[in-house]
């Protein structure tokens, strides 16, 4: 409890609340559509944006996420051409985006950066602005999803039956993967590069174990994933271990725990 006094705790248990909303919200999403795959694409196409910020001298996060949107929209377009598979476009940008990272960060003036923290993240880390981030787009989340949510649903689970119902289905599809690219974006304080696909999955696998409600879905989500950020927390303070990576591995627990009971339950 110690702890709570210090002012870059606090701003790690209000990030951590701030991007398990965001994550929950998008990431029901993708796991629903399948877009794991593409995601993990945009993750790693966000390594180039950061290279980029750091050549030019503007903020890493903010050339990663026009570097993620583009990406996504680039991923979204090419998936849609007959003469080009889908995981092919996704391979395009996830190497163009690591191997544009890698160079513009050895080519940058000065000091060779500090990759890990980007690479693996670090909660403790969080500022102010990456709040502000993260609140913004938990709220605007929040509104889009309340707004539009049986559209988004029916795109999710069937966008044949989403277009006979006159649903404008690229736009949505399009906005959408905006906002997978800007909630990545904002979670690589926390977990980094190689661990913030994991935000957006397994919380939402967890749910799917006791439910298959869009909704509930999306509440569970959120829930679960302030718990493994709690837990990861507790295991970064006490064993002195990453706090991403602890992250990660609590919530994997916690999915294997409710794996466990929910086998023993039928």
């Given at each position: 409890?110690?702890?709570?006094?210090?002012?870059?705790?606090?701003?790690?248990?209000?990030?951590?609340?701030?991007?398990?909303?965001?994550?929950?919200?998008?990431?029901?999403?993708?796991?629903?559509?399948?877009?794991?795959?593409?995601?993990?694409?945009?993750?790693?196409?966000?390594?180039?944006?950061?290279?980029?910020?750091?050549?030019?001298?503007?903020?890493?996060?903010?050339?990663?996420?026009?570097?993620?949107?583009?990406?996504?929209?680039?991923?979204?377009?090419?998936?849609?051409?007959?003469?080009?598979?889908?995981?092919?476009?996704?391979?395009?940008?996830?190497?163009?985006?690591?191997?544009?990272?890698?160079?513009?960060?050895?080519?940058?003036?000065?000091?060779?950066?500090?990759?890990?923290?980007?690479?693996?993240?670090?909660?403790?880390?969080?500022?102010?602005?990456?709040?502000?981030?993260l609140?913004?787009?938990?709220?605007?989340?929040?509104?889009?999803?309340?707004?539009?949510?049986?559209?988004?649903?029916?795109?999710?689970?069937?966008?044949?039956?989403?277009?006979?119902?006159k649903?404008?289905v690229?736009?949505?599809?399009?906005?959408?993967?905006?906002?997978?690219?800007?909630?990545?974006?904002?979670?690589?304080?926390?977990?980094?590069?190689?661990?913030?696909?994991?935000?957006?999955?397994?919380?939402?696998?967890?749910?799917?174990?006791?439910?298959?409600?869009?909704?509930?879905?999306?509440?569970?989500?959120?829930?679960?994933?302030?718990?493994?950020?709690?837990?990861?927390?507790?295991i970064?303070?006490?064993?002195e271990?990453?706090?991403?990576?602890?992250?990660?591995?609590?919530?994997?627990?916690?999915?294997?725990?409710?794996?466990?009971?929910?086998?023993?339950?039928?």
């Open positions: 409890m110690d702890l709570l006094q210090y002012t870059f705790f606090q701003n790690a248990l209000l990030g951590s609340l701030l991007a398990s909303i965001a994550c929950g919200i998008i990431g029901t999403y993708i796991v629903t559509r399948r877009l794991v795959f593409i995601s993990g694409g945009i993750t790693h196409a966000s390594f180039g944006g950061i290279g980029l910020g750091l050549f030019t001298g503007i903020s890493p996060l903010l050339s990663a996420a026009l570097f993620s949107v583009m990406s996504a929209f680039g991923v979204e377009w090419l998936s849609k051409r007959k003469d080009m598979r889908e995981d092919s476009a996704i391979a395009v940008f996830w190497t163009l985006g690591m191997a544009l990272g890698i160079m513009f960060s050895f080519l940058s003036p000065g000091f060779a950066p500090d990759l890990s923290a980007y690479l693996f993240g670090n909660i403790l880390t969080i500022s102010h602005s990456d709040l502000w981030m609140g913004c787009l938990a709220l605007v989340l929040s509104i889009f999803f309340y707004l539009y949510l049986r559209p988004i649903v029916s795109i999710a689970f069937d966008r044949e039956f989403a277009r006979s119902q649903i404008p690229e736009i949505f599809e399009y906005v959408l993967m905006m906002f997978i690219a800007l909630t990545i974006v904002a979670c690589l304080r926390m977990v980094g590069i190689v661990l913030a696909i994991s935000l957006l999955t397994i919380p939402q696998m967890t749910a799917n174990l006791f439910t298959y409600s869009f909704k509930k879905i999306i509440w569970l989500s959120i829930a679960i994933g302030f718990m493994g950020c709690l837990g990861g927390l507790f970064s303070y006490r064993w271990v990453p706090s991403g990576a602890s992250i990660i591995f609590f919530s994997i627990l916690i999915y294997a725990v409710c794996k466990v009971i929910r086998r023993k339950n039928n």
